[in-house]
């Protein structure tokens, strides 16, 4: 079965770095293969992964079903359009969404590009999501289950208050959801991580600001190649996802 984790949360709160290190803390716990989604329309975990940006999935919608019907029935088309978008890593492979559908009608259109991601994503133990800001993408429902949504925030009252307005908003809309987790990233001056109290929410780990992760990043190295005892935040989400998410997953 694959565990499907979801990382939302509001801009540029540290996202994109958490799905990198919630990977490489999966791949130590020895769950593999890892599927890495960018649903981010400005794709950018390749860089944290250290792969090429591969052809989002989202432009078939124009490619495979505006042109002329061929020989090969669409949802074969479909898969193996999809497969051929996949950038292949050593723990973790990617595959990233591109943008959102737009205005017009296309539920058959995007039902078919669900359900071939789907069927992707079940080839692959665990798969990690990096949402862009808000629950844009995540309410389209192109997850069909989310068993852990891993909400980011810095420690501030309305950073707190921003994951739990997310988490609100998962229930409202009713999504697919098993467990809510709490992600702080980054203290502010004078703030300790220390026992926020968000009801409902418990606290998956406490990252602290940590410049390994910047300057890692800058020379162009997977986060998922960051060793044991260098990064203290990469660290801290490893210990956190042994004792839960990797621990359900194994
Ligand atoms: N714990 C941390 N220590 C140091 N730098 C961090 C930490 N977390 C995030 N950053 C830095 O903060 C910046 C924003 O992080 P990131 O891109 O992960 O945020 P995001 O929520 O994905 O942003 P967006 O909403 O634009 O997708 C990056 O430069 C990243 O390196
Ligand atoms: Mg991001």
């Known amino acids: 079965m694959t565990t499907v984790i979801a990382v939302a949360g509001k801009g540029g709160v540290g996202k994109t770095t958490c799905s990198a ?4 803390a999966l791949a130590a716990s020895g769950i593999r293969p890892l599927l890495a989604v960018d649903a981010d329309p400005n794709a950018n975990l390749h860089l944290l992964l250290a792969l090429g940006l591969p052809e989002a999935l989202g432009t078939l919608r124009e490619e495979l079903f505006t042109g002329p019907p061929g020989a090969v029935p669409l949802t074969e088309r ?11 890593g050593d723990a973790a492979d990617l595959v990233v969404m591109g ?4 205005p017009g009608c296309y539920c058959y259109v995007n039902n078919l590009l669900r359900q071939s991601l789907a069927r992707l994503m079940g080839g692959y133990r665990a798969v990690v999501v990096d949402n862009e800001a808000g629950m844009e993408h995540l309410s389209r429902r192109n997850l ?3 068993d852990h949504l891993v909400l980011v925030g810095d420690p501030s009252p309305r950073g707190l208050s921003a994951a739990a307005a997310l988490r609100d908003l998962a229930r409202q809309l009713a999504l697919p959801v098993g467990n809510s987790w709490l992600l702080l990233n980054r203290p502010y001056a004078g703030r300790t991580l220390a026992e926020p109290d968000v009801p409902g929410l418990p606290l998956l780990a406490a990252l602290p600001h940590d410049s390994r992760l910047p300057a890692w990043e800058a020379e162009g190295r997977s986060f998922l190649d960051l060793p044991p005892g260098m990064s ?3 660290d801290a989400v490893a210990d956190a996802v042994r004792g839960t998410i990797g ?3 194994s």
């Open 232 to 234: 203290p935040a990469a």
């Open 78 to 88: 479909l898969s193996s359009e999809v497969q051929m978008r996949v950038a292949e």
């Open 21 to 24: 290190l919630l990977l490489r």
């Open 247 to 249: 621990r359900a997953a």
């Open 144 to 146: 069909l289950r989310i």
């Open 99 to 102: 943008r959102g559908e737009g």
